[in-house]
Structures are given as structure tokens and as C-alpha cells.
């Protein structure tokens, strides 16, 4: 059994570790998400799921939200080489998508991951639509309800919405200020999208490719921004099929 991620502020575990547990693997959330949005990830006998759990939600609620990458990365860069010995997948939804791409960049030597997985996200180079993080709150709703991501109940709570959309716009800023050189990765990638995906059509997904040096592989499948909810039961055969030396 490899050694595992114990749980912190900023990392829970899915379910409970398996004595079999082969691989790691680190999801990060979408923009106002928290750990529980990986909760569906199915039991697997050989990859314990990790949840990124970020400042200003769910058990950090009371924390302020991170308006910026380098308010993150930092903190999982230090758990992550203080912590882990083994290999280790990333995996990214969304903002998340970039998330863990900026933290396989830092990640060196040994603690470097074996794999990237994105999905519903452009690549960073690539044009973005205008900054949501600015809107008035009510357009802020509207675009935020056409993702089909949010009960719209949440947003008439007359106390979870001013939370929420504190959220929201610092994981929006968060996302929507990051800038970074192209530095390609020396893993494999994979970048997933959802064909009814209006932000991030599948025909973006082969800028993901100059970000590695080594097997790139795009898959597009049946959904809209949220698509990848419908696929956790394939994800563990993606990652096995990515990295045949791991199963």
C-alpha cells in the first residue's frame, strides 16, 4: 500500500482509504464548488479521491475566500512534498481545471505527478469570455443558473446567497485574473469536455495539447459545463488506461 494523503484544511478524503490504494488522485472543484461536489466519485479499490477543499465554504466557511492562484498552490505545494510519497493524479473541473495545472508546474522531482486530467475548461492561453467576477449580483445569478451547476434555491436564501456569491466571485476572480506562461508538462494529459458545453466546446480541448510533452488525449462526451458528474464511474478506467503501470 502506498503512503496517503492524510486529511487537512485544504484536502479531504472522498471515502475511506482502501489497503489497496495504488494511486492519488487531487480534485479540484469548480468555481464556488467545495469538496463535497466529488462526493459521487464511485469506491475503487486501487485510487483513494482526494477533495481540494478552498477557503469560504462548506467547513471553511467562516475563512475568506482566495482571490488569487498563489493564495492556494503554495499551501498544497508544501502538504503535498511534507506529505506524500507515491504516485499521484491531478484531476481539475472548470476553474479547477486550471488549478491543477498551475500545481503539476510546481510540483518537481519526485512529488511530480504521473498525470493531468482536465475537464470543462479552455486552455489558459486561450481567448476567455468577459470577467464575470465584475457583474452586478442578479446578472451574476442569471449566468451562473444557465451552467445548470446551482439549485437556484440557494440564490432566494436570504442568507446563503450573500455567502454564496461572496464565493463565487473570489473563485471567479481567482480564476479569471490567472495568467501563465505556457510550460509544457513532462506527464500525460487528458482534457474532457461536454458537447452541449457552451463556455468550453470540445473543440478546445486540442490547446490542451501543447501543455505536455508527452500522450495527450482529448474526449468529448454527452452534457452540458457539468457534464463530468455523469461520467465518475469511467474516470477510474480513464486513469488506469492512462497509466497502465499503476493498475
Known amino acids: ?13 472522498v471515502h475511506r482509504p482502501s489497503k489497496q490504494t495504488h ?14 461536489c466529488y462526493r459521487s466519485l464511485p469506491v475503487t479499490e486501487h485510487i483513494q479521491w482526494q477533495a481540494v477543499q478552498l477557503p469560504g465554504r462548506e467547513n471553511r466557511l467562516r475563512e475568506n475566500p482566495a482571490e ?6 503554495p499551501h498544497l505545494v508544501r502538504e503535498i512534498t511534507s506529505c ?24 518537481q522531482g519526485a512529488h511530480k505527478p504521473v498525470l493531468l486530467v482536465v475537464s470543462g475548461s479552455k486552455a489558459p492561453h486561450r481567448p476567455r469570455r468577459p470577467d464575470w467576477h465584475l457583474l452586478p449580483d442578479q446578472e451574476l445569478v442569471e449566468r451562473i443558473l444557465d451552467l445548470s451547476g446551482t439549485p437556484s434555491e440557494v440564490f432566494h436564501h436570504p442568507e446563503l446567497r450573500p ?20 510550460r509544457p508538462l513532462d506527464i500525460p494529459l487528458v482534457a474532457l469536455a461536454g458537447h452541449q458545453d457552451p463556455h468550453a466546446v470540445p473543440d478546445e480541448l486540442i490547446h490542451w495539447g501543447p501543455y505536455t510533452r508527452k500522450e495527450f488525449r482529448s474526449l ?10 455523469s461520467i465518475f464511474e469511467d474516470l477510474p478506467a480513464l486513469i488506469h488506461s492512462m497509466l497502465p503501470d499503476f493498475t
Open 220 to 229: 468529448a462526451f454527452p452534457g452540458d459545463h457539468f457534464f463530468n458528474r
Open 163 to 182: 455567502m454564496l456569491l461572496r464565493t463565487l466571485r473570489a473563485d471567479l476572480k481567482l480564476a479569471e485574473t490567472y495568467r501563465c506562461d505556457l
Open 1 to 13: 500500500m502506498k503512503p496517503v494523503l492524510q486529511a487537512s484544511r485544504w484536502r479531504t478524503p
Open 68 to 73: 488569487d492562484m498563489q493564495a492556494v498552490i
Open 84 to 107: 506524500l510519497e507515491g504516485p499521484l493524479v491531478l484531476y481539475g473541473h472548470s476553474m479547477g481545471a486550471w488549478m491543477a495545472y498551475e500545481l503539476a508546474c510546481q510540483l
Open 23 to 36: 494511486l492519488q488522485v487531487l480534485c479540484f472543484p469548480h468555481a464556488g464548488g467545495g469538496a463535497s
